[in-house]
């Protein structure tokens, strides 16, 4: 069989199966925070009341069946294919909420959870982000990014504090996807420094460690989100696009890394970006929309 045969074969299948993974651990964790008292943000004994249902322990191993499919797929495609195929998750999420809820699902969020889909499918398919970097260098100055990531992620916090709804929902998992991305941009680095150093190496750098705090900490803002989302795709969409866009922003400004600039592709990028936001507005709206249904109907 050819490479090509072999990337569809394979890749393609593992991608997309991966992608239902982390959307069905994603319906089955926003399930299990709807079983346990309501926690304040970034209030660690969310998970330790999560960690003693069953059901959620089971979608923590959903995850890492994710994660391995995803590593199968890198591993026979390339990032280019695999990262918009993993998208998917955003539907995949939608679907598996619905069923265990026993509703319907709603078209508006299906369509809105399609455009995110493809508004960040296509953006990444036009920046092309090249998967080879230099590193960390001498010359690197992580302040920049580092201070403005900082400050979205505070200033989402402080909102998630002082507004209810569907507002709130959307500024912690604004946070969560940039935590995410970032963990996710340091974790290469960690790579890098096992793959060249050997098992000591990462030992001797502060990345790890940096790695080790802000993976928790987003993994929790993560249930905090959905514990307060009554539907999933927003939430869930809003995670998924930033997660990718941060980690590409990480690797252009602090390991070296390329992204396509013609342009055609700037132009392209654009209209993806502007597909992607109008997804996550119709998501939010909907969502808002839907909530106070259920409210008026409950109360």
Same mark, same amino acid.
């Given at each position: ?28 964790? @926003? ?18 009341? *999560? ?15 994710? *994660?391995?499919? @995803? ?11 695999? @990262? ?25 969020? %299906? ?20 998967? !080879? ?33 569907? %507002? ?21 680095? %960690?790579? !890098? ?107």
């Amino acid at each position: 069989m050819s490479s090509t045969g072999t990337t569809l074969v394979v890749a393609v299948p593992a991608a997309v199966l991966g992608a239902a993974g982390f959307g069905l651990a994603s319906a089955v964790q @926003q399930r299990a925070t709807k079983q346990v008292p309501t926690s304040r943000t970034l209030d660690p004994r969310l998970l330790w009341d *999560l960690v003693r249902k069953p059901i959620w322990l089971l979608s923590i191993g959903t995850v890492l069946a994710g *994660l391995a499919l @995803q590593m199968v797929a890198l591993a026979f495609g390339p990032l280019v294919l695999v @990262q918009p195929l993993l998208v998917t998750s955003v539907l995949f999420g939608a679907v598996f909420a619905a069923g265990m809820a026993h509703r319907r699902l709603d078209r508006v969020l %299906v369509l809105g959870a399609l455009a995110v889909m493809a508004g960040l499918a296509l953006f990444l398919l036009l920046a092309r982000p090249a998967g !080879e970097g230099t590193g960390f260098t001498a010359t690197t100055d992580v302040r920049p990014l580092a201070v403005l990531l900082a400050v979205v992620v505070l200033a989402c916090v402080l909102t998630a504090h002082r507004f209810p709804g569907e %507002v709130r929902v959307l500024a912690l998992a604004l946070a969560t996807g940039v935590l995410y991305g970032v963990t996710a941009g340091l974790i290469k680095v %960690v790579a !890098e420094q096992l793959r060249h150093g050997g098992i000591a190496e990462p030992f001797v750098h502060p990345t790890l460690y940096v790695v080790c705090a802000l993976g928790p900490v987003g993994f929790l803002l993560s249930q905090n989100t959905f514990q307060q989302g009554k539907f999933i795709s927003p939430a869930l969409a809003v995670i998924t696009a930033v997660d990718p866009l941060v980690g590409m922003a990480i690797g252009v400004s602090w390991l070296g890394e390329r992204v396509e600039t013609s342009p055609p592709a700037l132009a392209g990028q654009a209209l993806a970006a502007v597909a992607l936001m109008a997804g996550i507005w119709v998501l939010t709206h909907r969502g808002e929309h839907l909530r106070r249904v259920a409210e008026m109907r409950a109360g």
